[in-house]
């Protein structure tokens, strides 16, 4: 019977245990299942390492910990070995809705069961790390910024109330190469940079329309507005899913991104890191086999 890891957050309330219980309950049906819950990264490595002979792994919450366990797979060096599934149990669920994987637990894990897994990318950023879904600097994390004291309160409501108070954080003078070419603006400053894996942000904000988990290339997103009315232009592009046709947007596909000058932090699947004055990503093309 194949062995297959569920790895719970330790930090996740008594709420998501009888959710947790049915979804493990539907894997067992299949596999020989083992359930840990972690919180920290060094308790994600040492799971890992003391099951030498897993088949699979499957994450029970959101981005964020989907983000941590991808990046522990990485780091011990499996991400050929261990096939990866997720039970969506976050707040904002992107990456899970570029999957199109349903919020009940148990129907979540019979998809599990039913994959016969699909090779997609993933982006690795300057320190190695990896990124399942999408990551911004400039605007996008400073909202992620503000929008974390919301977000447990308010749910998926807490990113916008974390955008509106992010609206007047000044653009970041960086300069920006994608595949080696600059990418400039007369100002010389942008509100913005993202790179994208998955199609949504922010609580299901389309901010990749065209974004493919398997095409090999990563979405990049590079906003200039420099005023009040041209970040309330851009939010109604985001909000008409039309942000690669507008002006304001600098938007292509890539293999690789840069960005050097001003430090700035950087959100990664949710997960917020200090300023650094050095971004780069890069794709890493059919890198992890998902169970969805």
Same mark, same amino acid.
């Given at each position: ?75 011990? *060096? /499996?991400?050929? @070995? +261990? ?9 904002? !669920?992107?990456? %899970?809705?570029? &999957? =199109? ?15 016969? *897994? /699909?090779?997609? @990318? +993933? ?9 399942? !879904?999408?990551? %911004?600097?400039? &605007? =996008? ?38 595949? =080696? ?112």
């Amino acid at each position: 019977m194949p062995r297959l890891l569920a790895i719970t957050n330790a930090s996740a309330g008594t709420s998501t245990t009888s959710s947790i219980d049915a979804a493990v309950e539907v894997l067992s049906r299949v596999h020989e299942v083992d359930t840990v819950a972690t919180g920290s990264t060094d308790e994600l490595d040492a799971a890992l390492a003391e099951r030498p002979d897993l088949d699979a792994v499957v994450v029970f919450g959101g981005d964020g910990s989907l983000h941590a366990v991808v990046d522990a797979v990485h780091r011990a *060096g /499996r991400l050929d @070995d +261990l096939a990866v599934g997720l039970v969506p149990l976050g707040t904002g !669920n992107d990456f %899970s809705r570029t &999957l =199109g994987l349903p919020l009940d637990p148990a129907a979540a894990a019979e998809r599990i069961l039913g994959s016969e *897994g /699909r090779r997609i @990318d +993933l982006l690795e950023d300057f320190g190695g790390a990896v990124v399942v !879904n999408a990551a %911004s600097i400039g &605007l =996008g994390a400073e909202a992620a910024v503000r929008a974390k004291r919301y977000k447990k309160r308010w749910g998926p409501l807490g990113y916008a109330i974390g955008a509106a108070k992010s609206a007047f954080v000044p653009d970041a003078k960086v300069e920006v190469k994608i595949d =080696g070419r600059p990418v400039r603006r007369r100002h010389g400053h942008i509100t913005q940079l993202s790179v994208g894996n998955g199609r949504f942000v922010g609580g299901g904000t389309d901010l990749f329309p065209t974004a493919e988990i398997d095409d090999g290339q990563m979405d990049v997103q590079v906003v200039f507005a420099h005023t009040l009315a041209g970040r309330a232009a851009y939010v109604v592009r985001l909000l008409t899913r039309t942000t690669d046709e507008s002006p304001l947007v600098h938007y292509e596909r890539a293999q690789r991104v840069e960005v050097h000058g001003e430090g700035l932090r950087c959100t990664s699947d949710g997960e917020i890191s200090d300023p650094c004055p050095d971004h780069t990503w890069q794709i890493l093309p059919g890198a992890l086999t998902f169970l969805a």
